[in-house]
Nanobody, 116 residues
Framework: QAQLVESGGGLVQAGGSLRLSCAAS????????MGWYRQAPGEQRDLVAS???????NYADSVKDRFTISMDNAKRTVYLQMNSLKPDDTAVYYC??????????WGQGTQVTVSS
């Protein structure tokens, strides 16, 4: 049984939208932040957006005006609404969850491909 379950990736045309979801098992406790990272071929894995259980958010500059991160605390699920997608957004997107003791958990990754 996976501790993080990701969904919502796929293939879209430039200008389109996708919504990523990541649900964390109750075995991950207590949670401090949930977020999304992405890694394109030949590049490092970088933060896209994160959100704390207190509601504080963080965004990469390249997505700040297009993506929105949110969290459903009861469902232990983080969402990433991605609008106005660009080919440069193409990458494998990884869910990340940090406990308050800073232990991290990673999802297996979901592919997002934006065609031009």
């Amino acid at each position: 049984q996976a501790q993080l379950v990701e969904s919502g990736g796929g293939l879209v045309q430039a200008g389109g939208s996708l919504r990523l979801s990541c649900a964390a098992s109750r075995s991950i406790f207590p949670i401090d932040t949930m977020g999304w990272y992405r890694q394109a071929p030949g590049e490092q894995r970088d933060l896209v957006a994160s959100i704390s259980t207190r509601g504080s958010t963080n965004y990469a500059d390249s997505v700040k005006d297009r993506f929105t991160i949110s969290m459903d605390n009861a469902k232990r699920t983080v969402y990433l609404q991605m609008n106005s997608l660009k080919p440069d957004d193409t990458a494998v997107y990884y869910c990340n969850v940090k406990r308050i003791d800073r232990i991290s958990y990673w999802g297996q990754g979901t592919q997002v491909t934006v065609s031009s």
